[in-house]
């Protein structure tokens, strides 16, 4: 564990990693925010059945306009136990003799209803346009104007994907998509990013994320707007946690929990900045098209992203290594320690890294020795391949949280009871993790194990010190 010593030479927190970090944050403010897009762009609006009489203009012109909008509903849509009318069923014929009951009960029998077999009427004062409301034609196009940006319905016949009623279950399952791939994911790049490199990873994942999520907006069917938000998913995790990852690597020990807390807190703000342009953005095609492009100029700013010098060492590529500790010290205003730092300097500090380096780890040594499967299973526990693993582990959690929302049919308690029960308990087990502040990051698992023998060692010392003292 002595690369913090490196990074103290070239400096801790100099300009070099506050642009890094700055680039960094800018990547997890946008990336971040698709994972709570569909809070806004799959909203269930307010709906009721399709009924002739109220939304055929034909029918209007031909005497019924007559009655108010309340007397028509009130002949065409039942009433659910709350005296509203019902949301998923309609009346067989229009019941006129409802008209005249003056608010008591009618002693015939309950009239026949149906389903909604013309579609749906949706409430559009709060959005205009989610994906439950969503009208398609075989295709969709969008138009450039000097003002806006306007999206076009072409060639019909359209199709309705009216996620509501019988089909209401299939908004989860578009929810689901998204959190899905962030657990295929979480186990495949971040092994990747291990093998390859996380400035590799970030920048494939960014474009990645950039093209499905502006795909999405003009998907023509359901499935495909699932699997483009799959896709997205596979990758914005792998930039989130990449991210992470970076941002600690190049930091030394007492700076790293102030970069952890800037990443959460700038994704914090692109929360709030996310409602806010929900309530500006009703349509759900430009919210997501808005949320998608800048990823597009990002990527282009990804360049300039420095890769792990951790990585680099550990996989047997000290040159470059060198070639960027020597790039960070010259932009924090340290050229002479960077002119300093040789081969030598390098192979010397980080001699049991190095020599670590020379047989790869499998995944399931992050499992073998008995402190860091202890660190890993809790982790995992609590809503880069073990970061991978980690991350997985808990969007498992995450993707599984909106199908949940299914079990309100049994009990409408029943899904908050569960995600209650779970905090409570992820919360206890924190507890069985070790104290890292002002502490360096282990470089190997055989760091791992030999802090737990100098931990252990350090108790016994202590305990020594006060028996021979009394």
Known sequence: MAFHRLLEEVGGLGRFQVLQMALLSAFCLVVYTHMLLENFTAVVPAHRCWVSILDNDTALANGTAILGQDALLRVSIPLDSDLRPEKCRRFLRPQWQLLHLNGTLSNASEPATEPCVDGWVYDRTSFSSTIVTEVRGLFTCCKFTAWSLRITQVMNPRHHWDLVCDSQSLNSVAKFSFMAGTVVGGIILGHLSDRFG??????????????????????????????????????????????????????????????????????????????????AIRDWHILQLVYSIPLFILFLFSRWLAESVRWLIITNKPEKGLKELRKAAYVNGKKDAGDALTME???????????AAQTRPRVSDLFRTPNLRKRMCVLCFVRVTASGIIGAVGNVGAALAPLLMILTVYSPHLPWIVYAAVSFISGLVVFLLPETKNQPLPDSIQDVEKERKGSQKGRREDGFMKVTRF
């Open 198 to 279: 996380r400035r590799l990873v970030i920048r494939w994942s960014l474009l990645l994320v950039a093209a499905t999520e502006a795909c999405a907006a003009f998907a023509p069917t359901l499935p495909l707007y699932c699997s483009l938000r799959f896709l997205a998913g596979f990758s914005a995790l792998s930039v989130l946690t990449n991210s992470s990852v970076l941002i600690m690597e190049w930091l030394v020990p007492r700076f790293q929990a102030m970069g952890m807390t800037m990443i959460i807190s700038v994704a914090c703000v692109g929360q709030m900045i996310l409602g806010g342009l929900a309530f």
């Open 345 to 355: 300097v390098l192979r010397s500090t980080m001699r049991d890294e190095l020599e």
